[in-house]
């Protein structure tokens, strides 16, 4: 039965997993790119940067098992991009003709050309655009409806693989709430941002702690959840 898995879900120590203002110069918040230090120190990390060297510890190991057996990702629009609202900002447009154009669809996510994904991505969002079909096989698709539909739509897509479940908090959430995350692993990095999202804003029900794992720039924490 496949599962839906969160993994290298990095947050502070003021529970925050991204800062503020996210932006096109700060796409993780002001301060955000603190919490996945960690992360980049690795071979893993290094490797998703084209560089070879990083550390081939806890972390990495951890950073790895992130992608293992995965078929197929959802994630919140916030972390496609920061675009709100309809695809093309009309602000300041009115009297040009393009306020009456259609959605922006140039934006095509943080990762460049060929994002690190390699399968189908849902992108859950109340406005929609036809898929787009990237190089090195991913293919993000843009969804507007509930956790449980997207769910499915994903397993469908992942042709028996696990399902992971990228961020924003918000998204992280919602899963959590219906009770569909079978795992969620977090890195608790040591920093505090002061404000952002927060991934946690109250109880959570169904879901057992297991013990931390000391990394050399986190501490791992994971949630056992219904699968």
Do not use: C
């Amino acid at each position: 039965m496949p599962r839906l898995r969160v993994h290298n879900l990095s947050m502070s120590l003021d529970g925050y997993v991204a800062g503020p203002r996210q932006d096109m110069e700060h796409p993780l918040g002001l301060g955000g790119e603190q919490l996945h230090g960690w992360l980049f120190a690795t071979a893993f990390g290094q490797a998703m940067l084209g560089h070879d060297g990083g550390s081939a510890g806890v972390d990495h190991a951890f950073a790895v098992a992130g992608t293992t057996g995965i078929g197929a990702t959802i994630m919140g629009r916030n972390m496609f991009g920061p675009v709100r609202g309809p695809w093309l900002d009309k602000t300041g447009l009115e009297g040009t003709g393009l306020e009456k154009s259609g959605p922006d669809e140039q934006w095509r996510g943080w990762w460049g050309a060929n994002p690190p994904f390699h399968h189908p991505v849902f992108v859950m969002t109340h406005y929609l655009r036809p898929a787009l079909a990237m190089e090195g096989g991913t293919t993000f698709h843009f969804v507007d409806a509930p956790p449980e539909v997207v769910l499915e739509l994903a397993v469908e897509a992942a042709g028996g693989g696990d399902v992971r479940l990228g961020g924003g908090a918000a998204t992280v959430r919602a899963f959590l709430a219906a009770g569909l995350v079978d795992e969620l692993h977090v890195a608790l990095v040591p920093v505090l941002l002061g404000g952002g999202e927060r991934l946690f804003d109250g109880p959570l029900e169904g879901y057992a702690v297991l013990p931390p794992v000391p990394g050399e720039g986190a501490t791992h924490f994971r949630l056992a959840g219904h699968g």
